[in-house]
């Protein structure tokens, strides 16, 4: 199938006076209205031949008119006071979204066959948001070409100690770590955060107060608060592109804060598979790549797993049948300035909706600038690789032991 991105540029014209326009869709409506707009490619050229009419006749009534070189036709697919109508015809099937906001000033209503998603993701940054100017320019000027542009963390962005892992002391550096962590977040405009094992081990109310200072979604899904001393977190988060399409994303976790139940997450992920329906489905997990692996076996209809918790650099982005899984390494342990850092980028093209394609990239920062990962450059390091590597050491000392003890200790 060859899809052709077409787009429509209405230039409106209006028949009747503006108000009727402003009291669109609204009952009391009488008198025509007439929206006229040429079909444009997605490089902005016209397309001869082709016009379509949108002509209100009252309330919500609307009769469709094309003056096209082939066959189209209309229907309602959100009815409303933004309404989306279908176009189909054979020069493909699209949407048209009818921005009201935009009605009394420069109407421009897209007609995207093709739609093009962007998800930039990172994970367990543990207080080391370097370069963090670089990535916010990168992501602005996405943001600026596309307004199908969202922004995931999938979790740990705290730490409890600069030089060691997990030992609770030192709360003032933590209180202030925490906060401007948050800070930094809100700043580079995150969609949702699901919530890492670090992040729910309260230290003092410092966890607290920097978590409800968030702008985003805090998620986790199979996490329960029994104590209070934690914000609550919420199930999923939907998220919609202009066009009205909407991505689901579902936040997965664990911990051992004796605070919190935690809940089966591929039990939990079972529950709320519904969330695929008529959405791309997301889980944003912090449970670790292997746990990944298992949860895109067992949940068939998820579109994506965008992955944290083991570190774990995917070059390239795991494909498990229809579900791609995604995680972009770690901000590093121990904070330092030279550590580089990693965004990764999720492109999804939709169909009216249904994904038709998806691809995913690395950017590594460094001092001397960004570049996309290429697997040949990346050791494909987690936790189990870290636990795998210091078996196989043990056992060749053990080896090496024996062998000294039966030929040079005798
Ligand atoms: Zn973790």
């Known amino acids: 199938m060859i899809l052709i991105p077409v787009f429509l540029s209405f230039v409106y014209k209006i028949n009747e006076d503006l108000q009727e326009l402003t009291d669109y869709n609204q009952q009391n409506i009488s008198g025509p209205v007439t929206l006229e707009g040429t079909v444009r490619n997605h490089e902005g050229e016209k397309l001869e031949g082709i016009i379509v009419k ?6 919500n009534i609307r009769e469709y008119i094309s ?64 370069f963090v100017e670089e990535i916010k320019e990168k992501i602005d000027n996405t943001r600026d070409l596309n307004p199908n542009v969202f922004f995931l963390n999938a979790g740990d962005i705290f730490i409890n100690n600069p030089g060691r892992w997990a030992q609770p002391d030192d709360l003032e550096w933590y209180q202030s770590q925490s906060v401007s962590t948050i800070n930094e977040m809100n700043k580079l405009g995150y969609d949702a955060l699901t919530v890492g094992n670090h992040d729910v081990q309260p230290f003092a109310n410092h966890t607290f107060e920097a978590l409800i200072k968030a702008e985003f979604p805090l998620l986790a899904a199979n996490l329960e608060i029994k104590s209070g001393i934690l914000p609550e977190f919420k199930p999923y988060v939907l998220l919609n592109t202009e066009e009205k399409y909407t991505l689901a994303v579902l936040g997965l976790s664990q911990c051992d804060f004796n605070g919190i139940n935690v809940l089966d997450p591929f039990l939990t992920a079972e529950k709320y598979s519904h969330l695929s329906e008529n959405n791309i489905f997301i889980a944003l997990s912090h449970l670790g790549i292997e746990d990944d692996i298992e949860l895109a076996r067992a949940i068939n209809d998820l579109d994506l797993i965008v992955g944290g918790h083991s570190h774990t650099l995917l070059c390239e982005p795991l494909l498990i049948d229809n579900t791609m899984i995604v995680q972009a390494g770690t901000g590093g342990k121990i904070q330092n300035n030279d550590n580089p850092a990693y965004l990764g980028m999720v492109t999804i093209i939709l169909e009216n909706g249904i994904p038709l394609s998806k691809e995913a ?30 078996i196989i050491i043990i056992l060749l000392i053990f080896l090496i032991g024996v062998i000294c003890k039966k030929f040079l200790f005798k």
């Open 361 to 390: 990239v690395v950017f590594k920062f460094t001092r001397i600038g960004s570049v996309v990962c290429i697997c040949e450059d990346i050791d494909f390091v987690g936790f189990s690789d870290y636990f795998r590597l210091e």
């Open 54 to 59: 949108i002509k209100e006749v009252n309330g």
């Open 67 to 130: 003056e096209i070189d082939g066959y189209f036709s209309f229907s309602d697919i959100v009815p409303g006071e933004n309404p989306i109508i279908k176009l189909t015809g054979d020069k493909g099937t699209g949407h048209i979204s009818l921005n009201r906001e935009n009605i009394n000033s420069s109407l421009m209503l897209k007609y995207p066959v093709l739609t093009e998603v962007i998800i930039f993701h990172n994970n367990d940054n543990h207080f080391n948001f370097n």
